[in-house]
């Protein structure tokens, strides 16, 4: 399930689909059952330092098994990804979703590296988002905003 189609569900059904960083199986596990004790759907985001840390095929293979566990929908997700290499790797493994992050990068350069994975997820069928443009401290929302 992509995760468009699941929060376009929720929303016909007057329910929500929770985003919730986890960080091993114990975390993943308690996620997963709160979500099947509300009987809601759920996303489960993994950071790019824990695809790291527990290695990918890893991670990949517990969030697989503990997603047919649950009696409700789960996508996972990699959230705010700069690596490439890595979104695409977490594409062809158990990730439904990846949202890419070149917020880093000249504006030009990260329409590109943006529309790289934007094509490669298509031809997957799975779901990208991105970050566009550059990360705003504090400083600036106020500045931008008065």
């Given amino acids: 399930m992509q995760i ?21 199986y114990t975390t993943a596990r308690a996620v997963i059952e709160a979500a099947d004790s509300c009987g809601c759907p759920v996303i489960l985001q993994t950071s790019v330092s824990t695809v790291k840390s527990l290695g990918l095929e890893a991670l990949g293979g517990m969030l697989n098994q503990l997603k047919g566990l649950s ?8 959230d705010h990804c700069r690596d490439q290499e890595l979104a695409r790797r ?28 934007a094509d490669y997820s298509a031809l997957l069928r799975k779901t990208m988002r991105l970050r566009a443009g550059p990360a705003m401290s504090s400083a600036s929302r106020t500045t931008a905003s008065a």
């Avoid at 009696?71 to 990699?78: E, G, I, K, M, N």
């Avoid at 977490?90 to 994975?117: Q, Y």
């Fill in 4 to 24: 468009k189609e699941m929060l376009i569900n929720a929303g016909k059904n007057g329910a929500a689909a929770g985003a919730f960083n986890i960080l091993n």
């Fill in 71 to 78: 009696a409700q929908p789960v996508v996972v997700h990699l």
């Fill in 90 to 117: 977490c594409l062809d493994g158990f990730w439904d979703s990846v949202m890419i992050d070149g917020s880093h990068l000249p504006m030009e350069e990260n329409i590109e590296f943006t529309k790289e994975i």
